[in-house]
């Protein structure tokens, strides 16, 4: 030991420490799943859920709470599931909706003139 460090030798290739190599992975996992997503959602929020078949987020409303991480919404369709708070994400309405095409008149654009 030299500083209080253990020196690498060749045998540490050949065993490799278990401990520190889980240790530095769940430390990455953590770091990689520490997302700032709200995992709390209230009564008649707009969410996303993910669908069973197609594995696509679909538009929801949150109807109840019906464990720590079970909440009960209902699609646009109007069908009623039970979500598990993983499979549920925030839906800001500000945003316009995928489907929707935003159009930009680019025609000021082309007849402005450029300095010399």
């Known amino acids: 030991m030299i500083f209080g460090h253990r ?4 045998f ?3 065993k490799p420490d278990v401990k ?6 769940n430390v990455k996992y ?3 799943n520490a997302k700032n997503y709200n995992r709390q959602f209230q009564q008649n929020d707009n969410v996303y859920v ?3 078949l197609k594995k ?3 538009p929801a409303k949150v109807i109840d709470r019906t464990n720590k991480y079970s909440y009960k919404v209902v699609t646009n369709d109007g069908v009623e599931r039970r979500r598990h708070a993983d499979h549920i994400r925030e839906r800001n309405d500000d945003l316009p909706p995928n489907d929707e095409t935003v159009v930009i008149d680019t025609s000021e654009l082309l007849s402005t003139e450029v300095p010399n």
């Open 56 to 58: 696509q987020w679909s």
């Open 7 to 10: 020196l690498r030798t060749i």
């Open 12 to 14: 540490d290739n050949i």
């Open 30 to 32: 953590e770091i990689e």
């Open 50 to 52: 993910r669908t069973n």
């Open 20 to 25: 520190s190599s889980l240790r530095y992975k």
